[in-house]
Nanobody, 128 residues
Framework: QVQLVESGGGLVQAGGSLRLSCAASGRTSSIYAMGWFRQAPGKEREFVAATTWGGGSAYYADSVKGRFTISRDNAKNTVYLQMNSLKPEDTAVYYC?????????????????????WGQGTQVTVSS
């Protein structure tokens, strides 16, 4: 059974940094990509960043380019999101998402429907 467990959220002042981690377990040899999404109160879940597991290509939302960096440690089956220069508008629950090979997906790597496994979410709050 696949599980994604996130850690690293918290409260930080504007301009500060946080690093989120997401550890995957279960059928990890079939990971195709892992990503991060976020959802603020009253808003839809939105794409933040993603990385492919084999080639390591990285994808970012325009709103976080230059501030956030996604990386992975294949040996630990863990994906990270380094968030720098945080802004109050980055406040949200951040979710780790996994796309496993062999699945049928309605969306691509930028869409929530492109993933079939999700973590429980971790709160990130940026104060002004």
């Amino acid at each position: 059974q696949v599980q994604l467990v996130e850690s690293g959220g918290g409260l930080v002042q504007a301009g500060g940094s946080l690093r989120l981690s997401c550890a995957a377990s279960g059928r990890t040899s079939s990971i195709y990509a892992m990503g991060w999404f976020r959802q603020a109160p009253g808003k839809e879940r939105e794409f933040v960043a993603a990385t492919t597991w084999g080639g390591g290509s990285a994808y970012y939302a325009d709103s976080v380019k230059g501030r956030f960096t996604i990386s992975r440690d294949n040996a630990k089956n863990t994906v990270y999101l380094q968030m720098n220069s945080l802004k109050p508008e980055d406040t949200a629950v951040y979710y780790c998402a996994g796309r496993w090979s062999g699945g049928i997906y309605a969306g691509g790597i930028y869409a929530a429907s492109g993933y079939n496994y999700w973590g429980q979410g971790t709160q990130v709050t940026v104060s002004s």
